[in-house]
């Protein structure tokens, strides 16, 4: 049974950081790629960042330049550093890896407030 297990969500005050892991329980190569998701209440899952297994990256338009996806192939582990944090990013971010099946994290809740 593969596990995708996410961490690092809390409250932060408009402008700060927070790192979220997300720790697979297989290699990451297993994956053709591998993302970040949130849900707001109230609206739909979206996508937030993207990594392909040939280090492709994709972000959307709302967190483009302060964003950022990385992994640690020998951690099996996927991370979305978030910086300049805004009160609409609040939200539960899930982890997502893709290979012949999609696959979902619990997630965790990200809220930025003062």
């Known amino acids: 049974q593969v596990q995708l297990v996410e961490s690092g969500g809390g409250l932060v005050q408009p402008g700060g950081s927070l790192r979220l892991s997300c720790v697979a329980s297989?290699?990451?190569?297993?994956?053709?790629?591998m993302a970040w998701y949130r849900q707001a209440p109230g609206k739909q899952r979206e996508l937030v960042a993207g990594?392909?297994?040939?280090?492709?990256?994709n972000y959307a338009d709302s967190v483009k330049g302060r964003f950022t996806i990385s992994r640690d192939f020998a951690k099996n582990t996927v991370y979305l550093q978030m910086d300049s944090l805004k009160p609409e990013d609040t939200a539960v971010y899930y982890c997502?890896?893709?290979?012949?099946?999609?696959?979902w994290g619990q997630g965790t809740q990200v809220t930025v407030s003062s």
């Open positions: 997502n890896g893709n290979s012949m099946v999609a696959y």
């Open positions: 297989l290699s990451i190569f297993t994956f053709n790629a």
């Open positions: 990594i392909t297994s040939g280090g492709r990256q």
